[in-house]
């Protein structure tokens, strides 16, 4: 590694640093989820889920064949540092995931959106597309309310 590169770990970083950090990377993910929106026409699921089954793939997560409560349960698990992810069975096909902490939806308040824009739309095909390839079966997730927790029935095919 190049010396005058390195980065500086013994740098602390302000809360106010923190926050602006976090208002940059909020307008910025705003930008490119409304730019594929626009592109794509509002229909931004299948560019989530293509980037979700191949977040998927670079997962190290080997689940065998397992059911779709599993699978809910090991990726919020991995999504821990940014999700709060409650996994309810609804039955063999269906579960109910609420979600407490949600830094897209921190990201969307940051940048002054209100939940359910196109980063949530594309955030949950996303998801859906890291299921779909961790089961290696169509999921579908359906948002039953938004706002302050986000619930969704997601149902495998």
């Not at 590169?5 to 106010?16: E, L, M, N, R, V």
């Not at 991995?78 to 069975?89: E, L, N, Q, Y």
């Not at 830094?103 to 824009?117: A, N």
């Amino acid at each position: 590694m190049n010396a005058d590169f390195a980065p500086d770990f013994a740098h602390q970083f302000s809360s106010d640093d923190h926050t602006h950090a976090m208002m940059e990377v909020a307008f910025l993910v705003d930008a490119f989820a409304n730019t594929i929106d626009n592109v794509m026409g509002g229909s931004t699921g299948p560019v989530g889920r293509i980037a979700g089954r191949d977040m998927a793939k670079k997962l190290p997560l080997h689940l065998g064949d397992p059911s779709l409560t599993q699978t809910l349960a090991a990726l919020s698990g991995r999504m821990k540092a940014g999700f709060d992810v409650t996994v309810t069975s609804a039955d063999t096909q269906s579960a109910h995931c609420t979600i407490g902490t949600c830094f897209i939806r921190d990201l969307c308040m940051g940048s002054g959106q209100p939940p359910g824009g196109a980063a949530c739309k594309l955030f949950h095909a996303y998801f859906d597309g890291i299921v779909n390839e961790l089961m290696r079966r169509p999921v579908k997730s359906d948002i039953i309310d938004m706002g302050a927790f986000c619930t969704m029935k997601t149902m495998t095919q």
